[in-house]
């Protein structure tokens, strides 16, 4: 478990901030919701560890990336929304671009041509 | 950005436990729904979350600005430790507010009096220009100018932009009305002399060109405090009539508040001819003057001033049988005001200076100590990972906030202390300017910051030195790790000691002047002596007769009144100042050479009683008698000193003076030979000759001067109600006794002495403070040594020797570093000096011998503890 979550967490370094952009892209949300969102969409192959989300989002509302509201969640907790600004939206395309440069670049050095190419469209 | 959040964190921490209770709750739900048990849903909610408290830090941390923070700990942390340790705090920060506080205030005086440029335009390029005699004996360096040597001065040099002259005056100043006479200082200036000082007037105007000339018609200027003394600070005064000595004098203008040149005694301002006769300007030798010049812009004042050199060296040539000087010399202006005050203050200034490095000293031994005491707290900070630079940054905030805490209370200090100095400081120039301002704020600031970097940096990088890390490797057997620091601490102390003697030394030296001073043998008698001062006007007293009756009339009945045991009249009586002095010849000796300097004497006068009254001894001769008046009465008594330098062994009785008094040349029949006395205390004796008060018109300035059988004030009011009804528009001045007089010019001396004394005697305190400490520290550093000693059989007073050697030899290094410093240092100190050199001896030994005292009486009880020590108990402490 441990060794999994380390796993997961590494992988996810850097690309939790975009992650979360996304995820945001559909809707506003709070924070279980985006948690959620997350592991669901990668088919509950990354895991991210719910405690680093909120300085995440925190840091996110920050930069400027999000803007934040008190609501009322789907069970009508007093819950916070997250909502995606635009200048997040222009981060989001940028880093979703670097991201798939760089994505790339590393299946071209693994050899996985067809790999490539599948992802490419 | 980062500001918002650093400040806004608190806030955004409760907003993050809301949303994990939210997510929590949430996750709950979900996992109830799942169907596990409650139990289980929460477990597995946590579980899955993480810690929660790690994400707050987590968030905390990325909203801290992390420089900030440590320090804002620090300063809690110290603040904490501090008031922990309430006596040490009290100590250390009143040590510190009394240095910076001390400190503060001199400078604050040094700062307006010497360091502010003086009040007036472009003040730089004033510069104050002298004759000055080659040759002659000290005194005449910056000697006074001549008023024709001004005029042409003026007229033919083109290096100045401008050229005026002032003399001193004095006036009786009485009312139209029923306001009381009074004794007005006051100055004659040239009409341009506002103008080269760039002074603009708030009310009226100053004297015209064609008003400074002698017989143009009367006119004044008043200085504010005059103006609103006596005028009720009334415009309508301009254009008004004054009465000074008994003439009318329309007041044209009134001088802006802060002018305060030459002293702040001078009332009223008269133009420059005024006061005047053509003959007296025309003269090359009548020194009284004194002359500002202004630089031109882009000439440099050699080459201004070499033209007025040439100028005043055809003149010497001219008039080579007057004493007319053969050079001039300058000074800038702030220089000539400040040039009684510099030494002292600077010598002041250099005194707390000590005091506050003696004071820093201190406070960093204290923390020395604390240091030690701490040991075990730094090497477990050490040891969970704090850097060393953490560590020391961690102490100095301690002092930092001792010193700041200091520097607070200080100021406060300083704002009183400035107050009462320059109150007490009779005669200061430049006083009105003093005020604490932005500048001696930020100084005192970076004497904080100073003081807190001295103070804390070397206990701090001591106390955090590897090998302080050993009291954990070997239990609690901490003697050794800690020898370094009794080094450290016993170097402070040295040091500490060794400025402290040099200061002492410098009280000593200063005090033992003042009482030098105080004692000074006069050549006359200062007991039981009243002096008071009176000016006849020449236009109520227009006849030699007229004063004669006066004089002799007051005298008589003076004479008559109890308690008056002698009686005498004369015109400036010993140490009551230079009063003036005239040159002579002998016609018996043959003439002198050119360029031979001529024989110089002060010019006294002196009525028949004047030497008895006194007591200034008779040598030879006889005195003034009642017969010598009016046109009979060209005699001359001479003091000793002149019957030494100019007559050489010769009987002087029968022989002749010759006076050239303004163009009226006359000869005097020496008839008597007198003791010397001092014109100044603290000055060299000059010869002196006395004409008889009773010839009438030399001078119209009397002195009165009573003995009494008892105490002499007590006189003061019934002898001036005996002028008032002789003449009761004659004000009286200067009632002194002879021993005020002495006073007055010991004024700054003894100002300066007592303060040193008290800087002295307060770093001598702390210096006592700090050997205690340091042997009490010792004392306890080795207790365990001092039971295994005396267990194996050391008695109680080897012990007690063994403890003091130990306080005392700091003691003893300071003191010997400190007494040859001293030997350096107090030639500075020369000319501040009278009647003691700047190694007397005595003062030497008796600081010497003060400080043994006071260190044997510090060490004393520490020492004697550890003799009491009960060697079992001294064993088991440890």
């Known amino acids: 478990m441990a060794k999994k979550n380390q796993a997961s967490a590494e992988m996810l370094k850097g690309t939790l901030d975009m992650m979360i952009l996304r995820t945001l892209l559909t809707g506003d949300a709070h924070g279980h919701t985006i948690a959620k969102v997350i592991e669901r969409t990668s088919e509950d192959v990354l895991e991210v560890e719910q405690g680093s989300l909120y300085p995440a989002l925190h840091r996110l509302e920050d930069r400027g990336w999000v803007s934040s509201y008190w609501g009322a969640s789907e069970n009508n907790r007093k819950a916070r929304f997250y909502r995606l600004t635009a200048t997040g939206r222009k981060q989001l395309t940028l880093q979703v671009s670097r991201w798939r440069q760089m994505a790339q670049a590393i299946a071209l050095v693994m050899g996985d041509k067809a790999w490539v190419e599948g992802g490419d469209e | ?878």
């Open chain 2, 1 to 878: 950005m980062s500001w918002r959040r650093f400040f806004l964190r608190q806030q955004s921490d409760a907003d993050l436990m809301q949303e994990i209770e939210l997510h929590l709750a949430e996750e709950m739900e979900e996992n109830a729904a799942r169907g596990m048990s409650p139990e289980e849903a929460r477990r597995q909610a946590f579980l899955k979350f993480g810690n929660p408290q790690r994400a707050r830090e987590n968030l905390w941390q990325q909203n801290t600005l992390t420089a900030i923070d440590n320090l804002w700990r620090d300063l809690k942390c110290a603040a904490r430790t501090l008031a922990r340790a309430p006596g040490f705090t009290l100590v250390a920060v009143m040590v510190m507010a009394l240095c910076l506080g001390a400190t503060t205030s001199l400078f604050t005086i040094v700062r307006a009096v010497l360091l502010k440029p003086l009040p007036f335009k472009d003040p730089g390029r004033l510069v104050m220009v002298y004759e000055h005699f080659h040759g002659f004996s000290a005194g005449f360096d910056y000697n006074e100018v001549s008023p024709a040597d001004y005029y042409d001065w003026r007229a033919q040099t083109h290096g100045f932009e401008d050229m005026a002259a002032w003399r001193w005056w004095q006036f009786n100043l009485t009312g139209e009305g029923e306001e009381l006479p009074e004794v007005v200082h006051a100055a004659a200036g040239t009409w341009n002399l506002f103008s080269v000082l760039g002074v603009r007037l708030p009310l009226g105007r100053t004297f015209s060109e064609a008003e400074d000339h002698v017989g143009a018609s009367r006119v004044a200027m008043l200085t504010w405090s005059l103006f609103q003394r006596r005028f009720g600070g009334n415009p309508s005064v301009i254009g008004q009539q004054i009465r000074l000595d008994a003439n009318a004098y329309t007041v044209v203008g009134v001088l802006p508040r802060w002018f305060a040149y030459p002293d702040t005694d001078v009332q009223v301002w008269v133009p420059y001819a005024s006061v005047s006769t053509p003959e007296l300007l025309a003269h090359h030798d009548f020194h009284q003057s004194f002359v500002i010049a202004r630089l031109r812009p882009h000439v440099s004042l050699q080459g201004a001033l070499s033209q007025v050199k040439a100028i005043q060296l055809q003149l010497h040539m001219q008039y080579l049988n007057k004493p007319v000087a053969g050079d001039v010399i300058s000074r800038p202006l702030i220089d000539d005001v400040v040039q009684d005050v510099k030494t002292p203050l600077l010598v002041l200034l250099s005194a707390v200076g000590c005091m506050l490095l003696i004071g820093c000293l201190n406070v960093a031994n204290l923390l020395v100590a604390r240091g030690a005491a701490r040991q075990k707290e730094v090497a477990i900070r050490g040891a969970l990972g704090a850097g060393r630079l953490t560590l020391i940054r961690q102490q100095m905030v301690e002092s930092v906030l001792i010193c700041s805490a200091g520097g607070a209370i200080g100021m406060l200090l300083s704002l009183a202390a400035t107050e009462w100095l320059v109150g007490a400081w009779q005669g200061l120039p430049r006083a009105e300017a003093i005020h604490t301002d932005g500048a001696v704020l930020t100084v005192s600031c970076a004497l904080v910051f100073v003081a807190a970097l001295l103070a804390g940096l070397l206990p701090a990088v001591s106390s955090t030195h590897k090998s302080a890390f050993a009291v954990l490797q070997d239990s609690s057997r901490s003697a050794k790790g800690s020898l370094s620091r009794t080094t450290l601490r016993r170097t402070l102390l040295a040091i500490e000691i060794a400025v402290t003697v040099v200061l002492l030394i410098s009280a000593g030296l200063l005090f033992k002047s003042f009482l030098r001073l105080r004692t000074t043998d006069l050549g006359a008698t200062t007991k039981n002596v009243l002096t008071m001062h009176y000016g006849l006007s020449r236009r109520q007293y227009d006849k030699p007769e007229k004063v004669v009756a006066f004089n002799e009339t007051l005298l008589d009945r003076l004479r008559n009144s109890p308690g008056v045991l002698a009686v005498g009249l004369g015109s400036v009586v010993p140490g009551a100042g230079y009063g003036g002095d005239y040159v002579f010849a002998i016609p018996e000796h043959p003439p002198l050479k050119p360029g031979e300097d001529m024989p110089d004497a002060l010019y006294r006068m002196a009525d028949p009683g004047y030497f008895s009254a006194l007591q200034i001894p008779l040598l030879s001769g006889r005195f003034f008698t009642a017969a010598d008046r009016l046109d009979r009465s060209n005699y001359v008594i001479i003091s000793r000193q002149l019957e030494q330098e100019y007559f050489h062994g010769e009987n002087p009785l029968g022989k002749h003076l010759h006076v050239a008094w303004n163009d009226a040349p006359s000869d005097y029949e020496v008839i008597g030979v007198v003791g010397d006395t001092l014109y100044q205390a603290g000055k060299a004796s000059k010869a002196a000759m006395y004409f008889p008060v009773l010839a009438g018109p030399l001078d119209r300035d009397f002195t009165v001067v009573m003995r009494t059988a008892s105490d002499p004030l007590v006189l003061s009011l019934p002898v001036q109600k005996t002028i008032a009804a002789l003449d009761p528009s004659l004000p009286v001045s200067d009632v002194l006794t002879m021993e005020q007089i002495i006073g007055q010019s010991a004024e700054t001396t003894s100002f300066s002495a007592t303060l040193v004394l008290a800087f002295a005697a307060l770093s001598l305190l702390l210096a006592a403070v700090g050997l205690f400490g340091v042997l009490s520290y010792i004392v306890a550093q080795r207790t365990a040594e001092i039971g295994i000693r005396m267990a194996l059989g050391a008695q109680r007073d080897q012990v007690m020797c063994l403890m003091l050697g130990d306080g005392l030899r700091p003691a003893l290094i300071g003191l010997t570093l400190g007494l040859a410093a001293s030997a350096g240092v107090t030639r500075l100190l020369q000319s501040m000096l009278y009647g003691t050199r700047p190694l007397d001896p005595s003062v030497f030994l008796l600081v010497t011998a003060v400080l043994l005292l006071v260190a044997a009486g510090a060490c004393a009880l520490p020492a004697w503890r550890a003799s009491r020590l009960d060697p079992m108990q001294a064993l088991r402490l440890e």
